[in-house]
């Protein structure tokens, strides 16, 4: 069920839907996906069998409660994995070997590299047409990405994020999408809102001109 193809599947459509989401009713799902009701819940019956959802019964109101679905921790394994447990053990010995400065080094370079590629898919002229090509460019990454208007510019909101546990230990690691972010949008950029510390999501604020 892995790759590409079961993301381009209804099922898998639906699973993305709920990370991005964090949980969702089949009537939720299925005004998203322009389906019936009955049509999700079938596809969500085999998500549970298979062990990748779960529901709960949620209270919205006065009214009756609603049966919400939401990911478990084994549709992690669906999305990309990037062996960060490794990754991790070789910055620490990196760190302890050589100091703080060498890590920093690492990842000035792997931001180099990563804001190279990012200029070649990001190249339109309008702001919000570069924060769609830039949100394109994390999905193709295996990120559940999407950006949404405020008051003055757009938010990024990236909804998982394979190296979040790295982060959590490695915070250089973050930079490499602020330069993406700095290099390709401009603007004023302000993450409000990170994964690796405990968040919902990893939120990115831009304000941007005409």
């Not at 510019?153 to 915070?171: D, M, Q, S, T, W």
């Amino acid at each position: 069920m892995q790759g590409e193809r079961f993301f381009k599947t209804t099922r898998g459509r639906i699973v993305a839907e709920l990370r991005r989401r964090g949980s969702a009713s089949a009537a939720d799902l299925a005004a998203v996906f322009n389906l019936s009701p009955n049509a999700v819940r079938q596809q969500l019956v085999v998500l549970e069998r298979d062990g990748l959802v779960f529901e709960q019964s949620v209270r919205r109101g006065p009214t009756k409660p609603t049966i919400e679905f939401s990911l478990t921790r084994e549709a992690d394994s669906l999305f990309p994995q990037r062996y960060d447990r490794l990754l991790s053990s070789v910055l620490r010995e990196v760190r302890r070997e050589y100091g703080d400065s060498a890590v920093a080094q690492i990842f000035d370079s792997i931001s180099q590299r990563a804001v190279t590629r990012a200029k070649r898919k990001v190249t339109a002229d309008r702001p919000e047409e570069r924060v769609a090509q830039l949100t394109e460019l994390l999905q193709q990454d295996g990120v559940v990405a999407e950006y949404s208007l405020i008051d003055g510019g757009y938010a990024l909101h990236e909804h998982n994020c394979p190296y979040a546990a790295v982060a959590k230990e490695h915070p250089e690691m973050c930079q490499v999408v602020h330069h993406m972010i700095d290099e390709t949008i401009g603007g004023q950029l302000e993450q409000t809102e990170s994964l690796a510390t405990g968040g919902k999501e990893c939120r990115f604020e831009l304000k941007v001109g005409s």
